[in-house]
């Protein structure tokens, strides 16, 4: 699958060059739970919610094939007093 060009430019921005080739690779092939390809909203969840840690990546890219739900609350929510706050919207492209 080739990654939305956002995507593709935040990974090569947060991640180190001896990373960025595993870390597209890892985006590439993710999938959901139905196997099909993430659309760009969930790409940009993980891609933002690894904070350029390939093993949080890795991780965010198995949870789509278990729930993408969870990667979006990764990306887009923070908890404040206890609750899930959307602080941001990864619907729209990442601004690199």
């Known amino acids: ?12 921005q947060t991640f180190p060059p001896g990373e960025l080739g595993e ?16 659309n760009p909203h969930l790409l940009r969840c993980a891609a933002f919610a690894s904070g350029g840690s390939l093993k949080r990546l ?8 278990v729930d993408w739900r969870d990667v979006i609350m990764a990306g887009e929510y923070e908890l404040r007093n206890k609750a899930a706050v959307r602080v941001r919207d990864l619907s729209q492209s990442l601004q690199v």
Not at 2 to 12: A, G, S, Y
């Open 58 to 65: 890795r991780h965010l890219a198995l949870l789509l094939a």
């Open 23 to 38: 870390a597209l690779l890892v985006l590439g092939q993710a999938r959901i739970e139905d196997g099909t390809v993430p």
């Open 1 to 12: 699958m080739t990654l939305p060009e956002d995507v593709q430019t935040f990974l090569e």
